[in-house]
């Protein structure tokens, strides 16, 4: 199993190629490369924006060459001004996480999860609303209460859909 944070070597070298969190970087062996045999390029769409480090390239060619799928993924951006290069994470497909699935964390199906949250929703918010009218009978807190309580159950209901 892959699963590796390393840092882009030789960025600056490629006009330091805009590169954000979440991009997707293609790796290509240079077995022709004249310093390096064994290097690793990366790149970003049709631009090298750098090369994988020496120390970690052997690791790599083990794992093609035994079949796996590699993937680049930048997780860190890099910055010029401040000397930081870019972090990449290379994964096989083993190290990648599974595909979510259509359900909610609590075993709820995705369409019921949503019904419950927006009726808390709207009867929270209409507590909240109709509590006014007893401002000033004593149950003016209870009742807005109740009615945030809901609204806070209908909020954790879709943070967790």
């Known amino acids: 199993m892959i699963n590796e944070?390393?840092?882009l070597t030789s960025w600056r070298h490629?006009?330091?190629?805009?590169?954000?969190y979440g991009d997707e970087l293609g790796i290509v062996?240079?077995?022709e490369n004249e310093y390096d045999?064994?290097?690793i390029a990366l790149?970003?769409?049709v631009k090298k924006v750098g090369y994988v480090p020496a120390h970690q390239t052997k690791v790599l060619h083990r794992a093609r060459e035994a079949g796996a799928v590699l993937t680049a993924t930048v997780t860190v951006?890099?910055?010029e001004e401040l000397g930081v290069n870019p972090v990449v994470l290379v994964q096989d497909s083993e190290a990648r996480a599974p595909e979510p699935k259509a359900t909610v964390s609590l075993g709820i199906p995705l369409g019921v999860a949503l019904a419950v949250g927006l009726a808390?929703?709207?009867g929270g918010l209409f507590i909240c609303v109709a509590s006014l009218w007893h401002l000033f009978d004593g149950?003016?807190?209870p009742r807005l209460l109740v009615g945030w309580l809901m609204i806070l159950a209908a909020y954790l209901v879709f943070k967790y859909n």
């Open 120 to 122: 808390l929703l709207i």
């Open 139 to 141: 149950t003016f807190f």
């Open 5 to 7: 944070q390393l840092e």
């Open 37 to 39: 045999p064994d290097a």
């Open 77 to 79: 951006d890099g910055d």
């Open 14 to 20: 490629y006009d330091c190629v805009p590169l954000e």
């Open 29 to 31: 062996p240079e077995p």
């Open 43 to 45: 790149y970003k769409g």
